[in-house]
């Protein structure tokens, strides 16, 4: 199937260029692109007028990658709680089984609404699997 859109990493990785040099592009208008919330999505048509030709495959063929994003808030927690789950959990993201990408993990406690928010980035498996996790936990 045809790619119709393109991130702004898959325009950098396509033209051989840096991140940044494309996001100036798209600032000066010299790149037509739509904002998606915080995001840019430049159409094929637009990228093939501003490279002069047709554009190739942008991700070598294969499966599809998945990347998930997760927001899980936990209510009720004090400090010494929100420490030892925050680190089991980064502990569980740093250390993924062989073959798989690193997840990232970021945690914010906040004491006076005794809540503590993760934040989790990576593949589908290794976040259902820190969901398990932190669903055993509780």
Known sequence: MEQLYYSVEQVADLLGLHVKTVRGYIRDGRLSATRIGKQYRIRREDLEEFGGGPVGPAEPEGPPSVEVSTVVRLEGVDREWADRVTTLVTAAAAGPPEGRARLHVQAVHDPRGRSLRLVILGDA??????????????
């Open 125 to 138: 498996a290794g976040t259902a699997a820190l969901l398990d996790l932190v669903g055993r936990l509780t």
